[in-house]
C-alpha cells in the first residue's frame, strides 16, 4: 500500500508497501523539549513507533527540538538522514562527527526514494525548509513551521499539476513562540493567542498561498509540563479550534490520519492524550536562584560582540538571573534593549550551544521590551537566532552573503514577499493585526498573487 500517515507533532509517515520515510520524527511523549517545557499532547502509537524505526529514511526539516530532538534523533543511527540545503550547513557538520548517514538534498530539486516516492526539499531564510513528497502522483506539501514566505509561487507552480495535493503546516493560536512578555511596570501583557485568532482561515490562506486541495493540521500537537511553563497551557490549541472559519471549498483531514494514495480515502485515528503533570525546572537543569558567574558573563558578551546588527540597533540586552541584572552594553540607541529574566542553567546552554531561539520558545524566560515593541524590532529573532545561531550568519558582512544566496534561491517569489512585507507594514499603521481591514488587506493579497 501507498499511503501517508501523520503522528506526533510534526511527523509524518510514508509507506510504498513498507515504511519508507519518517519526517521530524520528535518522541516527545518520552523525550522533552526545549529544556523539558514542551512534551506532545498526544502519544505515538506503539505499532506506528515500529514502522519508524523500519523507514529506510529520516528526513529532518530543520534544527528546533521538537523537530530534530538532540534525544530522539538517537534512535536513527545507521539510518539514511535527509537533510535540506541550509546555507552554511550547521546541521549537517553537527551531526557529521556523530557518525549519522547524511545526505544534503539539492534545493528543489525531485529526488527519487522509491519506485513511487520521490522527494523535493525548499529551504527557506529563516533556517526551515518544506518538503514536498509525491506518493504515486498525491503530493504532499510539508511546511511544518516554515510558512511560504519567498516559496508560495514556486509552490503553487507544483500543485497545478497535481489532482490530488494537501498541506500539512503549523498553524494554531500562536503560542509555539515566545508569548511571555511583560511591560516595564512589571505587568504581563497578554498575547495575541488569548483573542482565539481564528485556526481556520489560517489553513485556508495556507491553501490558497499553496494551492493544495486539502488542509492537515500539523506541527502544532504539544503542551506544557514545566511549572514555570505551565502558564501558557492555557493558549495552546484545542482539536476544535482547527475547523472554525474554515472554508467549504478546502478538504479538511483531522490530524493524525492515514491518506491512501491510490485513491485519496482516509482513515482517522484516535490516539490517546497525554495527561499533564508539572514538574519542577530543576528537573531540567534550571534553579532559578543560581546567579552568573564571571565566566558566565564573558561568554554572554562574547555571544553578543558576534551579532553586529543586534549590536547597531539596540544598546542594551540585560539578563536577569538569579535576582541580579548582567547587562552587556551595544552601540545603538541607549534606551533601546531587552531584559530576560531567565534560570542560569538553560540560559548558559543557550549562549554554549548557540540556541537561543529554544529559550525563546519554551516559554518559561521572562521577556521585557524597553524602547521596542516587539522582537522584530532590530529584527532581534533573526539577527540572533535564525540567521545568527542556525545559519552562522552574524557579522554585517556574512547576513548579506546569506540573505543573498536565499534571494538567488527564491528569485520573483521574493520580490513578492517584499511588497508584502511593505503592504503589511503600511497597513499595519493604521489598522491591528486582527481588525477587519487587516483581514480583508491580507485575503485581496492572497488573491492577488494567486
Known sequence: ???????????????????????????????????????????????????????????????????????????????KILLPDHVNARIFNDLKPGGYDLTILPDRTWVPLSKNVKVQAVTTQIQDAILLVDVCGSLFLDLNDAGTRDCARYLRSITRGYERSYVLALSGYGDADMINFFDEAGGFMVPRAARKPSVGQQLNLLAKATGAKAVVPFS???????????????????????????????????????????????????PEELPVIVKPSEEFGDNWSDPLDLDDQKAIEAYFARKERVQDYFGFVNFRVGGKDYTTKMRGKPGRGITFAVPRGSLMTSINYRIFDDLLIGNFMKT????????????????????????????????????????????????VSALEDKSR?????????DSAIYKMAKKLYVSWIR
Open 1 to 79: 500500500m501507498q499511503k501517508v500517515t501523520t503522528t506526533g507533532n510534526a511527523t509524518m509517515v510514508v509507506y510504498d508497501d513498507k515504511p519508507l520515510l519518517v519526517t521530524d520524527p520528535w518522541f516527545g511523549d518520552e523525550e522533552p523539549a526545549y529544556f523539558g517545557s514542551w512534551t506532545l499532547s498526544h502519544r505515538i502509537p506503539k505499532g506506528l513507533k515500529d514502522d519508524i524505526a523500519l523507514c529506510d529514511y529520516v528526513f529532518f526539516s530543520h534544527g528546533h527540538p521538537d523537530h530534530l530532538n538532540p534525544t530522539s534523533i538517537e534512535r536513527f543511527r545507521g539510518k
Open 425 to 433: 507594514d503600511f497597513i499595519m499603521r493604521f489598522a491591528a493585526q
Open 368 to 415: 521585557t521590551l524597553h524602547g521596542v515593541k516587539s522582537l522584530n524590532e532590530g529584527h532581534f529573532n533573526y539577527n540572533v537566532a535564525k540567521y545568527g545561531d542556525n545559519g552562522l550568519a552574524e557579522t554585517d558582512a556574512e547576513v548579506r552573503k546569506y540573505l543573498a544566496e536565499y534571494r538567488r534561491r527564491s528569485g520573483l517569489d521574493y520580490v
Open 220 to 270: 502544532s500537537f504539544h503542551q506544557y509540563q514545566r511549572a514555570d511553563s505551565m502558564w501558557a497551557q492555557e493558549y495552546t490549541t484545542p482539536m476544535s479550534a482547527f475547523t472554525q472559519g474554515l472554508s467549504p471549498d478546502v478538504q479538511y483531514i483531522p490530524p493524525f490520519s492515514s491518506i491512501d494514495c491510490r485513491d485519496g480515502s482516509v482513515e482517522t485515528h484516535t
